[in-house]
């Protein structure tokens, strides 16, 4: 009965290759989100999608992509991998904006080789 | 640039004592201050969170402090136990501007037995 899930939970890669990672809520909420969290614990929102529709795009590089096939569903690809790309990603969900709190899943720890 | 300022970096309490993170914002109107705890390998989850109508907020051990007119707000754990070892997080959301939370740079707390 996981509420946020994540997968994959590590991800180790070299540079310059291609990986998603895959988010599924089953809250019902309609706002997602995700987060990267770097070595110094900072959270850096990335991206934030409300019924499947881009919201907020926090000046990331054009090699991260997201996709929201479903409100229930909001994944991540990464292009052309570079070593500053890792840290812990995290995604998470709101019922929308306005009614907080987000709920994060569990991370993705991405290391680039 | 709206900010968040959280302090202390990080902080050690003895088994039974009381634990105090302090955050600032600047000037932007906020109507939302919730307060996450990560403990590692996990994602940040809702601890307690307060409306800028009260000045304080009290769920069992953990009280947050809101100070309007001083634009700060604090964490207080009371009786502070090892398994509230984790970092924390507060963040707070604009009331109107772009729909993201704003979060501090974290508190790394540690309850020494």
């Known amino acids: 009965d996981t509420a946020v899930s994540q997968t994959p939970k590590y991800l180790v890669t070299q540079m310059g290759n291609d990986k998603s990672i895959k988010c599924e809520q089953n809250?019902?909420?309609?706002?997602m989100y995700w987060y990267k969290q770097d070595s110094k614990k900072f959270l850096k929102i990335m991206f934030s999608?409300?019924?499947?529709?881009?919201?907020i795009n926090e000046t990331v590089p054009n090699r991260f992509s997201p996709k929201s096939p479903d409100k229930a569903h909001l994944n991540l690809h990464i292009n052309s991998l570079e070593l500053g790309d890792s840290a812990v990603y995290f995604c998470a969900s709101s019922q929308d904006w306005v009614n907080q709190p987000q709920h994060f899943g569990d991370g993705t720890r991405l290391s680039i080789l | 640039q709206q900010q968040v300022k959280q302090s202390p970096q990080s902080l050690i309490v003895q088994k039974g004592g009381i634990s105090i993170i302090n955050c600032a914002y600047e000037?932007?109107?906020?109507?939302?201050f919730p307060w996450y705890q990560q403990f590692p390998g996990k994602g940040p989850a809702l601890l307690i969170a307060?409306?800028?109508?009260?000045s304080e907020k009290k769920e069992g051990r953990f009280t947050i402090s809101f100070n309007k007119s001083a634009k700060q707000f604090s964490l207080h754990i009371m009786d502070s136990q090892p398994g509230d070892s984790a970092t924390y997080f507060c963040?707070?959301?604009?009331?109107?501007?772009?729909?993201?939370?704003?979060f501090g740079q974290g508190t790394r707390l540690t309850i020494n037995p």
């Open positions: 000037n932007t109107a906020f109507d939302y």
């Open positions: 999608y409300n019924n499947k529709e881009l919201i």
């Open positions: 809250l019902g909420h309609d706002t």
């Open positions: 963040a707070a959301k604009p009331h109107q501007g772009a729909q993201k939370l704003v």
């Open positions: 307060i409306r800028p109508d009260v």
